[in-house]
């Protein structure tokens, strides 16, 4: 059976942790730092606008050459989010990750946002799920567990 998106969040926790596109991005830093994430949702309310991660703020400071703590999110957060579905599997989320070179990927149930899945989830799932596979392969052909 395939690991799917909301065994996951089940496993790891659904925190939603979001900052608003007027938000700054010292304020950003500081949440992204006191939660050990990567990324954040950008919400203007219930809506998500966007996603900021800490590529972002790297990537806007080589860009302009000054360090930009004190502007806000929405200048640069990442518009265009790719979002993945509580019961897609694992194996979706590497597909689309690889595909678009994503490191983190919201997860949607009825328009809502209702967790956060990155990289670093999903290639663990991925190998808790390939030992299972060998171990029971290892059982079986072994003969344990398995009535004679």
Known sequence: MQTTVRDLLAAKGQEVWA???????????????????????VMDGEKMVGIISERDFARAIAKFETCLIHTEVKD??????????????????????????????PVVEE?????????????????ADAESRISNLE??????????
């Open 19 to 41: 900052v608003s596109p007027t938000s700054t991005m010292l304020e950003t830093l500081k949440l992204l730092a006191e939660k050990d994430i990567g990324a954040l949702f």
């Open 76 to 105: 640069y957060m990442t518009e265009e989010v790719f979002t993945i579905k509580a019961e897609q599997t694992i194996q979706d989320c590497m597909k689309l990750m690889i595909k678009e070179h994503i490191r983190h990927l």
């Open 111 to 127: 328009d809502h946002v209702i967790g956060m899945i990155s990289i670093g989830d999903v290639v663990k799932t991925l190998l």
């Open 139 to 148: 059982d079986y052909i072994e003969g344990r567990g398995y009535g004679h």
